[in-house]
């Protein structure tokens, strides 16, 4: 089982929908969570950044963190063209590689006008 | 600079030869990550600096890949005798100091094509 798994898609909706992504972890040590956005052809950048449990808020953007469930989503309202791409999750753990991100796979969204 | 700079941006090399890869972090910033990431997959953990020493060079997938960083800045890395399983883009990432509570911010990414 890979340490971060997340359904690589695609995913396609329309414009102005409410877009849900998710990723599960199996590595109870995390404990920084992000959720990283790239272009094609582009690098990762980042979106959205939590400490542990619980949810956090930036404009369009809601990332949530469940560790109970080892579950870690990001919601994008009323969603834009603009915003495809592909979201990357990634985790950092808070032992001795508390240095290093681990991705999943990325998720392909596609916003259609 | 502003930000995470990454050259070449684009290489192709033919099977067999040596390709260097250079990444200029953010000024000030003592992490350096490389990163690699094929096409359609996650980006995979090659090589982490803290200034110029690489506590962790686990993620580097066989002996032909190498890296360096000089003054805590500028880093090279090397892959010799390239493969076509080496065609991927590779990225180069900093942070001030190690990630944990600091954002590491990518560059655009070195695209190597091995033919």
């Known amino acids: 089982q890979k340490e971060v798994e997340q359904d690589p898609g695609p995913l396609s909706v329309p414009e102005g929908a409410i877009v849900s992504l998710n990723c599960t972890y199996s590595?109870?040590?995390?404990?920084?969570f992000m959720w990283y956005r790239q272009y094609s052809r582009k690098g990762p950048e980042l979106l959205m950044y939590?400490?542990?449990?619980g949810n956090k808020e930036d404009g369009r953007f809601t990332a949530q963190v469940d560790k109970s469930s080892k579950y870690i989503s990001l919601f994008i309202r009323d969603s834009q063209p603009s915003d495809s791409a592909t979201y990357l999750c990634?985790?950092?753990?808070?032992?001795?590689?508390?240095?290093?991100?681990?991705f999943g796979k990325g998720t392909l969204l596609t916003v259609n006008p | 600079g502003a930000g995470v700079s990454q050259s070449p941006s684009n290489k192709v090399t033919e099977k067999g030869k040596d390709v260097e890869l250079r990444c200029d972090p953010i000024?000030?910033?003592?992490?350096l990550y490389w990163y690699r990431q094929r096409l359609g997959q996650g980006l995979e953990f090659l090589i982490y600096f803290q200034g110029n020493s690489a506590p962790d060079k686990s993620g580097l997938p066989s002996d032909r890949f190498s890296a360096e960083r000089t003054g805590e800045s500028v880093s090279t890395l090397t892959i010799q005798r390239t493969q076509q399983e080496d065609s991927a883009v590779y990225l180069c990432?900093?942070?001030?100091?190690?990630?944990?509570?600091?954002?590491?911010?990518f560059g655009e990414g070195s695209w190597l094509t091995v033919v």
């Open positions: 000024s000030g910033h003592t992490a």
């Open positions: 990432a900093s942070s001030f100091q190690g990630a944990s509570g600091n954002t590491i911010y």
């Open positions: 990634a985790m950092i753990n808070s032992g001795g590689s508390n240095y290093k991100l681990t």
């Open positions: 939590t400490y542990s449990s």
């Open positions: 590595n109870s040590a995390f404990q920084y």
